[in-house]
């Protein structure tokens, strides 16, 4: 099965209806794969997913602080909803505790 067959259906800006498919225009798979490949290792998808958890996890550490200032109900409540909205099993762990899984 090729990329084609398996993602053609997306597209770069998907969410616009009037943007081409991937399997409408083959040329540009083409041309990020030939980017891709002179990439740097700073483009790198997977070190740049383990920058992205590290920002991900500060600015949720910051929030909760932020939060918890006001009230720590608040706090509870806000890990609750942040971990549905993750799809995740509720943290048992208080707000801005740095066990907390992010991926």
């Known amino acids: ?6 993602y ?10 009037a943007t081409p498919r991937y399997r409408e225009n083959p040329p540009l ?4 794969l030939v ?11 997977v070190e740049k997913f383990i920058r992205n958890q590290e920002v991900r996890k500060n600015a ?3 929030i909760c602080q932020g939060i918890r200032k006001r009230s720590a109900d608040k706090a ?10 993750m799809n995740r099993p509720r ?13």
């Open 1 to 6: 099965m090729t990329m084609l067959d398996e």
């Open 8 to 17: 053609g259906f997306r597209g770069a800006l998907e969410l616009d209806v």
């Open 29 to 32: 798979v083409a041309s990020m």
């Open 35 to 45: 980017a891709a490949r002179g990439s740097s290792d700073k483009n790198d998808p």
């Open 60 to 62: 949720y550490d910051a």
């Open 76 to 85: 509870r409540r806000f890990v609750a909803q942040y971990d549905r909205g």
């Open 91 to 103: 943290q048992k762990a208080h707000c801005c505790d740095h066990t907390a899984s992010f991926t």
